[in-house]
C-alpha cells in the first residue's frame, strides 16, 4: 500500500443564534482530517463538544497520536480499537470512508459494508430523506413566529427547557396546525414535568419525546408510562448503550460524534433495530462535509433530523441539496 499523508484543521463557523436548555450559540469549531493517498483525497468532520467532555485540542491530540499509524495505512477496523469513541474518531473515520469511495473510483454506498446496510439490492442512489426543522429554546411568542414562518415543513423539532414548554408547544400548534411535532428536552425535565406535560402533548399530537431527563437518570423511565414514544440521545452513544436502554426508550438518536464515526453508526442502527428500537439520525452543529455521512443512516432511520447547514450563514462549497426540509444524497465532491 502506497503511503498517506496527514492534514488535520480546526475551522470556526459562524451560523444562527440558536438555544437548547443548556445554553446558546453562534458559532461552533470543527476539526477536519484530510487523507490523502494516490492522487485522491479523503475528508471527515467532527464537532466536538463541552457536553461530552471533549475539546478541539483534545481531537487534535488524539488524532496526531496516531498520525503514523494513518499515515502507513490504518484501516477502519483498526481504527476502532485505538481511539475511543467520539468527534476525533468521528472525523478520521469519515475521512477513511471518503477516502476509500475515491480510491475505488465507487460512491460510499455502493462500498459492500454499506451496499448490504442498505438492503436496496441494486446499487442505485440513496433516496432523499425528509428531516426535522428544529427550533430553538425561546419565549412563545418568538418560537410561535418561527413556528408560522416554517409551518409549509413537514416536521419540527421543538427544543424546550422545563418551565413554560406548554405555553411554547401551544403557540407552536397555534401556528402551526398541521405539521407534526416532534420535541427535545435536552435533559432538563424532571418526573414533574413528564407527568404534567405528557397527557398535554398528547393533545398537541406531539410524535416523539427525546430525552426528558439526564443520562444518569434513566431508570425513572421505568416507573413512567410512554403514551407518546421516548428517545434516548445524550444516553445513547453506542452499541455497548442498548443492553440498559431496552425497556426504558423506544428509540435512539445516533449521531456520528457520539458513536465515533459511520463505522459504529452502522454497527449501532442494526443492533438497535435488532433489539426493537426504531432508530432516529441526528447532528451536532456541522457543515454539510458533517452531514453527509449521516445520510447514510437517515435511509433507514424513521425521524431524520439532518438540518445543521440550515442555520449556517455560509457553507462548504458542493453543500448538501436542501429542497425545503427535503435533504438529497452528498455530490463526490463533497463527501463519498
Known sequence: ?????????????????????????????????????????????????????????QSEMLIENIRSQLEEGLSRTELQQIIPKGAARNAVDCALWDLEAK?????VWELPEIFLHLGKGTLSEPENVTTVYSLGVDTPEKMGDLAQKNAQRPILKIKLSGDGDLERLQAIRKYAPETRLVVDAN?????????????????LGVEMIEQPFPADYDSVLKTLDHPIPICADESCHDTDDLDRLVGLYEFVNIKLDKTGGLTEALRLQDAAESKGFRTMVGCMSATSLGIAPAFIIAQRAKIVDLDAPLYLYEDRPFPMKYDGSIVQPPSPELWG
Open 187 to 203: 435533559e432538563a425535565w424532571t418526573p414533574e414535568h413528564f407527568n404534567r406535560y405528557v397527557p398535554e402533548l398528547m393533545q
Open 103 to 107: 480510491l475505488t473510483g465507487k460512491r
Open 1 to 57: 500500500m502506497s503511503s498517506r499523508k496527514l492534514t488535520v484543521k480546526t475551522e470556526n463557523w459562524s451560523e444562527e443564534p440558536f438555544a437548547i436548555s443548556r445554553g446558546s450559540d453562534d458559532n461552533f469549531d470543527v476539526v477536519v482530517v484530510e487523507l490523502e493517498q494516490n492522487g485522491c483525497r479523503g475528508c471527515g468532520e467532527a464537532t466536538p463538544t463541552e457536553h461530552n467532555q471533549e475539546s478541539v485540542s
